[in-house]
């Protein structure tokens, strides 16, 4: 069943791919749409149908501690005791990854089949769709790190190879080559881990196998049960595992390639580089998260990158005219806070932002693809303002997306940004000033947060209409999505509304947005109810060891329940009728537990907390409306604007002196003079040879006669004084 | 009787001429009759052995000698024309159209 979830996608894929441009040659632009953008949809739409059936047919089910399902195929690879199968994995926190993939996928799907309309290469992007869709799915399912690398690299290539899209278009290219070369830097830090995690523990499996005849425990179980291994181990792992993490979901320092990537046509943008493969650095940390609970050093080091990272993008985004390059380092910023969650030790918080950010930045995405569209591919938000009137769909999704990602009291953003705020400032990973400085930076986060996407709507819906005034003030650094469709720039009809097919996804995911955070309500808001989200994530991640726990003894054994279901759960061992009762009335004691043994002030504390957070949501969108409605215009800073420069940075100590080097020591010294030497010295040797030789050709036949005569004097001569020589002896 | 070593001493002179004729001749009519002496050298030694061993074998192999040699002569002779209506000359240091 799990295959058929991950290769209803590809099958699509290879359909689109291989007979796409037949279909167009016979049955024309507007039949090969349709058909092409049908065969996209169903194949993605089987596999969000499928993983929405195992999910809740089969792994819910399942008793909580043991809700694993796993597929196994064939073995890939196998030398001596290294074993890659080729196997998936699912368990909740690839369930809950399955789902939103897969969801939000076929919903953007279904909008690319509108918002590609007129394309020349409609099957080519939806080929390109549809096996990103596989290798996310790889990536995710994967039960063992190598499979999960592959998902890794395909994901990026996909990501290549949509960013260039627009394959006439110059800025595309570069931005495509430089999303690629960052991620490769990233990877080079996964497969070090990767063989690092190999020479430590002896497997890469993130399940229990069986090689050569002996159990071997995964190496997440065995990080957690075994006290052995060296700290400084750990720590490399983790470290190199967040070195990948980074290049994938655009940290600090590899963050510049995803701003550039919106070069790709708006549904990639919001699939790709907003909901789903960005975030799977978070979904490798939180999967390692056995690593990381022991490895201290790496979780500051990922906390302060992502709480960098956070505030650093924010404040550029406050400074963008594009409107896509504003989502872009607001998806930054928030997959910051994914990282600053995973830091502090709260895996399951950071997976439900992934999950919400997924919800509201794709129908952000959508909703500003469908404005670019409306306003025939006009990107700059100083050209736009009052499309309210034009576009109402369109405004109210982006206005509850603009609630959701500010964190308005009750959307989905709001309960998730609260969870990791609120983690981090009673993390215990952390020294505890630590966490409330971290805590500080992601609360202003948060006000700028609700800042900027308040300039955003009050600059593209709200306000005067700039569209129709004189074009003189062109701006040359505007990014225009000039490449291949549309084409028609310079004088812009009105602005309209888009068709069904892009609005009915933004309606879908606007409700989603909506109420996508009540199944991750912290206890403390829901009168003492376990929040659901965690409980259900629990199984998958692992929990902080309590430093300061009273009970010294307990938590190595109920870190080993968490990493390793077949040892001791929690629920009690019932089956058959009472085992959903038994799990719940275990899960119910487990979290009453909890709280209990967190204290009654906690509540109290985390409720202020929540409060603290509505009103700095309240707070920004406040300003932001009070301070853009009276000039949208305003420019910010210039190094702001310049986006602190990053890029001119790298340019100056990375890419230069790589080129330089490369040119003027590679190329002409290297390259030229020494391997181009060796290859031409070899040939004039033999050049030089060969002359020599040439003088014995003479091409008379008598000169040959004559050798030939020497020779066959110089055989006899030899035979007569050898051979008769000595019988004459005898 | 005429001992062996006289028609060995025949073979070799003849043969000598032969070879000195092959190289240093340019008349390719000239290098063809030296060629033929040459075989025609060898046929009699291998006659003379036969003789002396009373063995006919020898003799055998002087006509398939003579077999090849009337046949070369046609080939040759055929080649000599060839050449000739072609280049007009029979000095074979002309014929180089292999030389680089």
Known sequence: ?730 | MVPLSWYLALSAVLFTIGVIGVLIQRNVISLFMCVELMLNAVNISLIAFSRLHANVTGQLFVFIVMAVAAAEAAVGLAIIIALFRSRETLNVDEADLLKL
Not at chain 1, 349 to 367: E, N, R, S, Y
Not at chain 1, 592 to 601: D, I, K, S
């Open chain 1, 1 to 730: 069943m799990l295959k058929w979830i991950v290769f209803a996608p590809l099958i699509g894929a290879i359909i689109n791919g291989l007979f796409g441009r037949r279909f167009l040659a016979h049955f024309g632009q507007k039949a090969t749409e349709k058909l092409v953008g049908f065969i996209a949809c169903a194949s993605v739409g089987v596999s969000a149908a499928l993983a929405g059936m195992v999910f809740l047919t089969r792994l819910l089910p399942l008793p909580k501690g043991e809700r694993r399902i796993t597929e196994h195929f064939f073995t890939w690879l196998k030398v001596g005791s290294f074993q890659a199968d080729f196997a998936y994995l699912l368990d909740p926190l690839s369930g809950v990854y399955i789902l939103f993939i897969t969801g939000v996928g076929l919903l953007i799907h279904i909008y690319a089949a509108g918002y590609m309309h007129g394309d020349p290469g409609y099957y080519r992007f939806f080929c390109y769709l549809n096996l990103f869709m596989f290798m996310m799915l790889t990536l995710v399912l994967a039960d063992n790190l190598l499979l999960l690398f592959v998902g890794w690299e395909g994901v990026g290539l996909c990501s290549y190879l949509l960013i260039g899209y627009y394959i006439k278009w110059d800025v595309a290219g570069s931005a495509a080559k430089k999303a690629f070369v960052m991620n490769r830097i990233g990877d080079f830090g996964f497969m070090i881990a990767t063989f690092l995690v190999f020479t430590t523990f002896g497997t890469i499996s993130f399940v229990t196998k069986n090689i050569n005849g002996q159990e071997v425990q995964s190496f997440l179980a065995q990080v957690a049960s075994s006290p052995t291994v060296a700290a400084g181990t750990l720590t490399a792992i983790a470290l190199l595992f967040f070195v990948g993490a980074t290049g994938k979901s655009a940290q600090i320092p590899l963050f510049t390639w995803l701003p550039d990537a919106m070069a790709g046509p708006t549904p990639v943008s919001a699939l790709i580089h907003a909901a789903t493969m960005v975030t799977a650095g978070v979904y490798l940390v939180a999967r390692c998260s056995p690593v990381y609970v022991k490895a201290p050093t790496a979780m500051a080091v990922v906390a302060v990158i992502g709480a960098a990272t956070a505030i650093f993008a924010a404040t550029i985004g406050i400074a963008q005219n594009d409107i896509k390059k504003v989502l872009a380092y607001s998806t930054v910023s928030q997959l910051g806070y994914m990282f600053l969650a995973c830091g502090v030790g709260a895996f399951v918080a950071g997976i439900f932002h992934v999950m919400t950010h997924a919800f509201f930045k794709a129908l952000l995405f959508l909703g500003s693809g469908s404005v670019i569209h409306g306003m025939n591919n006009e990107q700059d938000m100083r050209r736009m303002g009052g499309l309210k009137k034009y576009m109402q769909i369109t405004h109210a999704t982006m206005f509850v997306g603009w609630l959701a990602i500010s964190g308005f009291p009750l959307m989905s953003g709001f309960f998730s940004k609260d969870e990791i705020l609120w983690r981090t400032w009673s993390t215990e990973a952390l020294p505890h000033n630590w966490g409330r400085a971290l805590w500080v930076v992601g609360a202003i986060t948060a006000v700028i947060t609700a800042v900027y996407m308040t300039r955003l709507m009050v600059m593209t819906f709200w306000g005067r209409e700039r569209f129709t005034e004189a074009r003189d003030d062109h701006h040359a650094g505007a990014g225009h999505a000039s490449g291949g469709h549309g084409g028609g720039h310079g004088h812009h009809g009105r602005p309209h509304e888009s068709g069904w097919l892009m609005t009915v996804p933004l309606i879908i995911l606007a409700v989603l947005s909506i109420f996508g955070g009540y199944v991750g309500v912290p206890a403390a808001l829901s009168m003492g109810r376990p929040n659901y989200f965690e409980d259900f994530l629990k199984p998958s991640v692992a929990q902080l060891e309590h430093a300061t726990a009273t009970h010294a003894a307990a938590p190595p054994a109920a870190l080993m329940a968490q990493s390793e279901p077949h040892g001791a759960t929690p629920a009690p061992e019932s089956h058959g009728a009472g085992a959903t009762a038994g799990a719940t009335a275990g899960a119910t004691a487990g979290a009453t537990a909890q709280t209990a043994h967190e204290g009654g002030h906690d509540v109290e504390t985390e409720r202020l907390f929540t409060a603290i957070s509505s009103v700095l949501a309240l707070l920004g969108l406040a300003f932001g409306l009070v301070f853009f409605k009276r000039n949208p215009l305003w420019r910010a800073p210039k190094l702001l604007e310049d986006k602190y420069r990053v890029d001119e940075f790298y340019d100056a100590t990375v890419v230069g002196p790589v080129e330089n080097l490369s040119r003027d020591g590679l190329w002409k010294v290297v390259d030229v003079k020494i391997i181009d030497g060796l290859v031409n010295g070899v040939a004039r040797l033999f050049a030089a040879l060969a002359g020599a030789l040439r003088y014995t050709q003479t091409g008379f036949a008598r000169n040959y006669a004559a050798v030939i005569l020497l020779g066959a004097i110089i055989v006899i001569g030899y035979f007569i004084v050898s051979v008769f020589g000595i019988r004459i002896n005898i």
